[in-house]
């Protein structure tokens, strides 16, 4: 499992959020399948399960929280969609920072490392 440092160094990469958001999407539709019920449980799920045992975010998890909304609005001009993936960021770095390996977080890590934003 990586840390936070590290999750906060790739991201600052050049191109790294570019890969994820600079593409023609429907961002909105992408949005709609985010609310899709059994994606929604999941998510929701992690974030409960990841706050019962860390409630607190630290500095740098706000850092990284924070650039990733930045960029993402800078790309996409979408602050919904920067929301969600602040909020994504938030989580991954919180599991990584705390050791707590919860499945979905790691995909939702995985997906953005592979230029795709998660639905």
Known sequence: ????????????RDGFFEKVFHKEVD???????????????AWRSSYEELNQLV????????????????????????????????????LISKAFDNKVDIPFIQNLWQSYLQGKFPT
């Open 1 to 12: 499992m990586i840390t936070t440092i590290e999750i906060f160094s790739i991201i600052h």
């Open 27 to 41: 961002w909105d539709a992408e949005l709609d399948a985010r609310d899709d019920a059994e994606f929604d449980r």
């Open 55 to 90: 409630p607190d975010e630290n500095e740098l998890i706000r850092d990284i929280r924070e650039f990733a909304f930045k960029q993402t609005f800078r790309i996409t001009q979408n602050p919904e969609l920067a929301g969600y993936t602040s909020d994504d960021f938030g």
